[in-house]
Structures are given as structure tokens and as C-alpha cells.
């Protein structure tokens, strides 16, 4: 069972930035906890990778303080697993004993920030905040992705292949020259895709193909 910093959370507060901190030094776990609940951030804490790799993270902008040296599995393999379960929470690793070989792995595997212990508080804090602010906007984009392939998906074949011509930069005329359609009927299809699409404008839309890789 992991250690929970504070009691269970209410639904009203569910949705705020949480820190996870996997440390099996107790008195490092107490002391990183105190630091952010004095920021009022949440935090949850794990003295070893297994327990952390058994709790299915929540749905919130997140971040994990990692050190890199545990008992068993690694700070690195716990970084490794977590890639392979498709699992992008932002990595600070902390630690005594760095080495270039292991920050280079330990940064192309992903993680955010490598800090050296003893760590001052400020440069903790400093680091947490960026990686939250990273993993809201990598969430953030996920979430305008999801919402324009499903709408893509709502696309009739054919007004696909308007949207594809019209976002490469043809006008109406050459979208019906290339088709074979009436240039009214490129117009509606336009409209159908606009509304379907949500887009405010065509360079809206423009946008949107660009996300979606829509291409000819």
C-alpha cells in the first residue's frame, strides 16, 4: 500500500495536480512531503517501484520525484516500465550518486529534470511546477486530438477527400475539377465539414488538417 499524504480525496478536488514520490528513505519521503503540501500541493508516496507500479495513476496533471537508486528495481527501470505501459508522467530524478551515463539514460528515457541530493528546496520546487505545467499542456493537447479525430470520424468518405483537397490549398473550382463535382456541391460539402468540424474559419480548419496529418 502506498502512503497517502492526506485522506481520500473529495470529488470536488479530485482534479487538482497531484506529486508522486518514490523514495525508500522514510525521512526523504517525509521531507518531500512537507515541502509540497506547503506549496498545497498533493502528494502520494511509495517506498519502492512495485508499489508504485501496482496504483493505476489518476486522471490529473502529475509529476513524479523519483530516486534513481532504490532497492530491486531501479529509479530507471521504474522509468522503463512506466514507458512501456504508456505512462508519461514527467520525471524529476533525485539522487546521491549520479553519473553522466546514467542522467544521459536517464534523460533520453524521458524525464524532465536530474537533480542531486542534497536538493534545495527552491530548485525541487521550481522543477515540480515546470513538470506539472508540462504534463496539463501534454494533457490538454491529448484531449483537443481526441476530440477532432472522433469529429474526423463523424466525415462522410467523400467529404474526407474535400476536406484533404481544401487544406492542401485548392480552392472551391479546383476541388470540383478534381473530384468531378459541381463547385456548389464542393460549397456544401464545405459547410457540412465546417459545422461537423467545429471549425470558425477555413484557417481554422486549415489547422485542424495540420493536428489531424490530413493529407492528400
Known sequence: MSERSRPPQTQANAGEPIVFVVDDDPAMRRSLTNLFQSVGLKVETFASAPEMLQTKPPEVPSCLVLDIRLPGLSGLDLQAELAKADIHTPIIFITGHGDIPMTVRAMKGGAVDFLPKPVREQDMLDAVRAAIE???????????????????????????????????????????????????????????????????????????????GVSR
Open 134 to 212: 508540462h504534463d496539463r499542456k501534454r494533457r490538454e493537447l491529448e484531449s483537443t486530438i481526441s476530440t477532432l479525430r472522433a469529429r474526423f470520424q463523424s466525415l462522410s468518405q467523400r467529404e474526407r477527400d474535400v476536406l484533404a483537397l481544401v487544406a492542401s490549398g485548392l480552392m472551391n473550382k479546383q476541388v470540383a475539377s478534381e473530384l468531378g463535382l459541381a463547385e456548389i456541391t464542393v460549397k456544401i460539402y464545405r459547410g457540412q465539414i465546417m459545422r461537423k468540424m467545429g471549425a470558425r474559419s477555413l484557417a481554422d480548419l486549415v489547422r485542424m488538417s495540420e493536428v489531424l
